[in-house]
């Protein structure tokens, strides 16, 4: 027999070796491998007894999870068994896990999840770095299911790296200390370095940690793997878009949640559903009552006897359903739904003359390769159907097609029985044409009530309330001085955030994400952009320094003498920072500045106003901001801040083109260096960002720190370059600001005006598709999908950078008379998947 991963180890030259006698042949026959597109790792080891991406007989699937759940009672013993907590992980180890801790037998199950839950608290959250999708919420109906002191064993399907299981214990370690966590795993795949980068991790928390595996080994990578794996995705993607390509390659697109369609030689085709199955039929499983469908919020060893005693008859009214004569068999769950299908079709396979095998939908994307020595040989794409929190997607069920199954009986959840599922695009319509019946069986979703028990504290605090967060600073979270910026962020550097720009523009325009919820790539400038910014740099320095001197005068006079400075991240950042450096190099004061994110249409981090209340004055407050565009979170802030006393919602701003506040360094719109650039003028952090599985109603939002970039800085280069100008503007400083003193300084809001005629001039009839001033429309150039350009006619070298970016993107720009900024950038108002300029197709940038 083939193994199921010899064709990518003959492309990319993988070795996946065994540890010990014999152990290569165990790990051959528990993995095979596949192909994804993945940033951090292209190959992927599939499991052959997960029950997840593989079709595989139910008793082997539940046997290894129970088998190594037994392992664990026998290094526990049964006294502290009893006090020990099983943790699976979503979305591929819920089933795993489940089954390890029936084999433990006597303690109670808590899986991971990506489904917020309303009503139900968040008891932690972890980050898995290499995963599709990252984000895992803990979600018990009993906070105090974590609470207790005995072990704490944490089950995953591959130990890899171990970073997942590290984030795991970081986290509930620092809420819940205990003694002893065991790490099960069907595989370890650790390198030596991951082994004893574990046991320091156990040291430092003076915790014991061990370890149980069926099997252990590494995989071997040559140099270039990684690039070589990009490469051959992008062949097979290529390949599947070729038109009358014939079955058997990848999908043209890994994102979009299209229906299967059947494309090139080599590679497995995604077919095309019929409509609505005629021979779908439901069949009422009678589910125990009070038995959860999982151990989403927990499932005790009650529960799990409960079950068992009704699985024989569920199996019997599935087998009344099955066609006559029905060979073969498919019990397809449905993501973190594993544990039910597989616990149904162990006993359907009891019950029938048939082959019955288990495997699950997933939200993973890999590609599919009709090969024998490849794991993954069809897939079926179909939309997600549970309403998710992170916005609608594809989904997938691999090995389905083509595989002969007479019947397949899809097992979901109640939250999920919806009309996306029965849609001619759904999941039923696309199993259709690969069997002669599809059985609809629906588990009652288990929403526990609201515990009115509050959460045990750790042991380090007897507090009721979460500790409040602190700041973080430099140089452990970002490239400025500690004293520049306390940033009232979270850190989410491990966390993969960051999407392609065509793919965020069109989720954001489609309502399927908010522009917050993922970072765009960050820009890597060519050496022509550096000089370009460096140029502008000096020749702007001494404006710049004016209109910091300008406007930190002002505050100083109208608002506070000693007022603290809370730069609105990031634009406003180095904004803040000089008028720091101002206030010190001019009167000797040392402003306290901290960073915190708004986010249009969200509003502000309450828990950093919560924060900046409970150590300052609000009244002593001044937000800060780089520039206006047409005023959009300028009203943003004023809303936000309505439920809050003493704050002042009026922004200083270095530069305020749209006419829409009172404190200001100047109302020209140009060119304001620290725009050209992203991170690395920004102290290496990132956009911020507000996603729910990421922050909790106690969290500051998140970015993240760029470290890898710092080769690239400028940040400093920029303050010091500025700060230098400070002595030679200081007259120009005093003058000006006397004048304003004396002058009407109140919002004209003539930016929005101006934008709103534009919006409907050009038919975009949508305002945030308008981005006025150089700085909004560098950054359209930078992280959106530009349309074209509008530039005042006559504009000079502030629109070189503009001009160059302009040219890179394919994106025309349009000289315009009567323009009340030095230009505007228009997103794509009828944005689709790949569309640049004009005419709608993506430009390579030059």
């Known amino acids: 027999m083939v193994w199921s991963g010899t064709w990518v180890a003959e492309r990319l030259g993988v070795e996946l070796v065994g540890e010990g006698a014999g152990e290569g042949g165990a790990l051959t026959d528990l993995l095979g491998m596949a192909l994804r597109r993945n940033p951090k790792r292209a190959h992927?080891?599939?499991?052959?007894?997960?029950?997840?991406?593989?079709?595989?007989?139910?008793?082997?699937?539940?046997?290894?999870?129970?088998?190594?759940?037994?392992?664990?009672?026998?290094?526990?013993?049964?006294?502290?068994?009893?006090?020990?907590?099983?943790?699976?992980?979503?979305?591929?180890?819920?089933?795993?896990?489940?089954?390890?801790?029936?084999?433990?037998?006597?303690?109670?199950?808590?899986?991971?999840?990506?489904?917020?839950?309303?009503?139900?608290?968040?008891?932690?959250?972890?980050?898995?770095?290499?995963?599709?999708?990252?984000?895992?919420?803990?979600?018990?109906?009993?906070?105090?299911?974590?609470?207790?002191?005995?072990?704490?064993?944490?089950?995953?399907?591959?130990?890899?790296?171990?970073?997942?299981?590290?984030?795991?214990?970081?986290?509930?370690?620092?809420?819940?200390?205990?003694?002893?966590?065991?790490?099960?795993?069907?595989?370890?795949?650790?390198?030596?370095?991951?082994?004893?980068?574990?046991?320091?991790?156990?040291?430092?928390?003076?915790?014991?940690?061990?370890?149980?595996?069926?099997?252990?080994?590494?995989?071997?990578?040559?140099?270039?793997?990684?690039?070589?794996?990009?490469?051959?995705?992008?062949?097979?993607?290529?390949?599947?878009?070729?038109?009358?390509?014939?079955?058997?390659?990848?999908?043209?697109?890994?994102?979009?949640?299209?229906?299967?369609?059947?494309?090139?030689?080599?590679?497995?085709?995604?077919?095309?559903?019929?409509s609505t199955p005629t021979t779908c039929v439901r069949v009422e499983l009678g589910w125990p009552v009070g038995v959860p469908d999982g151990g989403r919020h927990g499932f005790l060893p009650a529960h799990r006897a409960a079950l068992e005693g009704a699985l024989p008859g569920m199996a019997a009214r599935t087998a009344e359903a099955l066609p006559a004569g029905a060979r073969r068999v498919l019990v397809l769950g449905f993501e973190e739904l594993m544990y039910a299908p597989l616990r149904l079709a162990e006993a359907l396979d009891a019950v029938v003359d048939a082959e019955v095998r288990s495997s699950t939908t997933t939200r993973s994307p890999v590609l599919a390769v009709d090969d024998p020595g490849y794991a993954i040989r069809t897939r079926i794409t179909f939309p997600a159907h549970d309403s998710p929190a992170d916005g609608p997607g594809p989904r997938f069920a691999y090995n389905v097609a083509g595989a002969g199954f007479d019947a397949v009986v899809v097992v979901v959840d109640s939250t999920a029985d919806t009309p996306e599922l029965h849609a001619p695009d759904g999941l039923l319509a696309g199993l259709a044409p690969h069997t002669d019946r599809v059985i609809l069986a629906v588990v009652p979703s288990y929403v526990p009530e609201p515990s009115t028990q509050p959460a045990r504290p750790t042991r380090a605090s007897e507090r009721q309330e979460p500790p409040m967060p602190e700041p973080l600073r430099g140089p452990a979270f970002s490239s400025y001085a500690p004293e520049d910026c306390g940033w009232l962020l979270q850190d989410l550097s491990d966390v993969e955030l960051e999407a392609p720009t065509e793919e965020r523009e069109e989720a954001i325009q489609s309502g399927g994400a908010h522009y917050a919820e993922s970072l765009p790539v960050e820009y890597q400038p060519s050496a022509h952009y550096q000089e370009l910014f460096k140029s502008a740099l000096d020749t702007s320095a001494a404006r710049i320094a004016r209109a910091v001197g300008t406007v930190t005068e002002t505050v100083l006079a109208e608002r506070s003498p000693r007022p603290v400075l809370v730069s609105l991240a990031r634009a406003g950042t180095p904004v803040g920072v000089l008028m720091r450096r101002w206030a010190q190099h001019r009167h000797g004061l040392d402003l306290p500045h901290y960073a915190v994110s708004i986010v249009r249409g969200r509003g502000i981090d309450e828990t950093a106003l919560r924060w900046l209340a409970a150590h300052h004055d609000p009244a002593d407050i001044v937000f800060v901001d780089g520039w206006t565009g047409k005023g959009a979170i300028t009203r943003e802030l004023a809303q936000a801040l309505e439920g809050f006393d003493g704050f002042n919602p009026e922004i200083a701003v270095l530069a305020d083109p749209g006419g829409c506040v009172r404190t200001y360094g100047t109302r020209e719109d140009f060119l304001i260096p620290s725009a050209c650039l992203n991170s690395t003028v920004s102290g290496l952090i990132s956009r911020t960002v507000l996603r729910s599985d990421l922050v909790g109603p106690d969290d500051f939002h998140g970015a993240k720190f760029y470290r890898e970039l710092a080769g690239d800085d400028v940040s400093g280069h920029f303050l010091d370059t500025v700060a230098a100008r400070f002595d030679e503007v200081a007259d120009d400083v005093d003058a000006e600001v006397k004048e304003l003193l004396a002058a009407d300084r109140a919002p004209t809001w003539e930016g929005w005006a101006a934008v709103e005629r534009i919006s409907e001039e050009y038919g975009i009839h949508d305002v945030n598709l308008v981005k006025p001033g150089v700085g909004e429309t560098t950054r359209v150039l930078l992280r959106r999908v530009p349309w074209k350009i509008l530039a005042k006619r006559g504009a000079g070298p502030d629109l070189d950078h503009v001009r160059l970016l302009a040219e890179q993107r394919g994106v025309p720009v349009e000289e315009v008379d009567g323009l009340p900024y030095t230009c505007v950038g228009l997103i794509h108002p009828q944005y689709t998947r790949g569309a640049t300029g004009t005419n709608g197709k993506a430009v390579t940038a030059k």
């Open 44 to 274: 992927l080891l599939v499991s052959n007894v997960l029950g997840k991406h593989v079709p595989q007989r139910p008793s082997r699937v539940y046997g290894a999870g129970f088998a190594l759940g037994q392992d664990v009672r026998r290094l526990l013993g049964d006294e502290t068994a009893a006090r020990a907590v099983v943790l699976g992980y979503a979305e591929t180890a819920t089933g795993l896990g489940h089954s390890v801790a029936d084999g433990v037998a006597l303690a109670p199950y808590l899986h991971s999840t990506r489904r917020p839950v309303d009503g139900v608290a968040t008891a932690g959250g972890f980050e898995e770095s290499h995963s599709h999708a990252t984000s895992h919420l803990l979600l018990p109906r009993d906070p105090e299911l974590l609470a207790g002191t005995g072990p704490l064993v944490l089950v995953d399907d591959e130990f890899s790296t171990g970073n997942t299981v590290l984030n795991t214990i970081r986290d509930l370690h620092a809420r819940y200390p205990r003694d002893w966590y065991v790490i099960v795993a069907l595989v370890d795949m650790r390198s030596a370095d991951d082994r004893g980068r574990l046991e320091e991790f156990a040291r430092e928390i003076g915790a014991r940690v061990d370890l149980i595996a069926m099997a252990s080994g590494t995989v071997r990578l040559p140099e270039g793997v990684l690039r070589k794996g990009v490469e051959l995705v992008a062949r097979f993607e290529e390949a599947a878009a070729v038109p009358g390509a014939v079955a058997g390659d990848a999908p043209a697109s890994w994102a979009a949640p299209v229906s299967a369609s059947a494309t090139a030689p080599g590679s497995a085709p995604e077919r095309v559903p019929a």
